[in-house]
């Protein structure tokens, strides 16, 4: 069975320090990954995606997240957080099932940024 | 290039009363999917439409419907709503790729 697990509901870092939002996911085929970030009273923004090509995804904001298929892991860092950081993230898979694609979401870790 | 839009974005219903929610996905995009995201209950996907057909569908009673306009535009409408009902509704829209969704910034629905 496919899933996603993020390993932390709740993160809190301060200011200027690394950030690191940990995905495990578990999946029979090559699967899609995504991290997703959602600010209070917003959607979902797209941080960045893993589709089969560098292991080492760069995003916006600063976000990077690393393919690591012998960990089946898709963490999410960044060197240094900032107080707009603060959210919502959702480690999210996609798999290709029946003709469509098929979303899995992590149940989100929620990023606290101290001054 | 526009995202996705949701229109409304606040709206507040009475027990019993139905609601529609609208969706605009991205220019080009042709398939939209629509989630229910609640404190509880995380995100829950409700069903999804390509080319005004359904092709996916969640496990969600039949009070949740929706449809989809040759325009790609979609709606989304709940029936006879329950206290419960109350969330943010998501509307998404796939990429061209096939793979990558996108999300409108959400329909805040209150059921009181």
């Known amino acids: 069975a496919q899933s996603v697990t993020q390993l932390d509901s709740h993160v809190s870092v301060s200011e200027g320090t690394p950030v690191l939002l940990r995905c495990n996911y578990s999946?029979?085929?090559?699967?899609?990954l995504f991290w997703y970030v959602q600010h209070p009273n917003k959607g979902l923004q797209l941080l960045l995606k893993y589709t089969s090509a560098a292991t080492l995804v760069k995003g916006i904001n600063g976000f990077e997240a690393e393919f690591k298929k012998s960990e089946t892991s898709f963490h999410l860092t960044k060197p240094s957080a900032h107080m707009s950081d603060a959210a919502e993230y959702f480690c999210v898979v996609s798999l290709f099932s029946g003709g469509y694609n098929k979303l899995i979401f992590g149940a989100g870790t929620r990023l606290a940024v101290h001054p | 290039k526009a995202g996705v839009t949701q229109t409304p974005r606040y709206l507040i219903k009475t027990r019993g009363q139905q609601v529609t929610l609208s969706c605009s996905p991205i220019?080009?995009?042709?398939?939209v999917s629509w989630y229910q995201q609640t404190p509880g209950q995380g995100l829950q996907f409700l069903f999804e439409?390509?080319?005004?057909?359904?092709?996916n569908k969640g496990n969600f009673p039949g009070r949740f419907s929706g449809r989809q306009f040759s325009n790609s535009r979609s709606e989304m409408n709940v029936s006879t709503l329950e206290l419960g009902d109350s969330a943010l509704y998501l509307c998404?829209?796939?990429?061209?790729?096939?793979?990558?969704?996108?999300f409108g910034e959400g329909s805040w629905l209150t059921v009181v």
């Open positions: 998404a829209s796939t990429g061209t790729d096939g793979n990558t969704i996108y």
């Open positions: 439409y390509f080319s005004e057909t359904q092709r």
């Open positions: 220019s080009g995009h042709r398939s």
């Open positions: 999946s029979s085929y090559s699967p899609s």
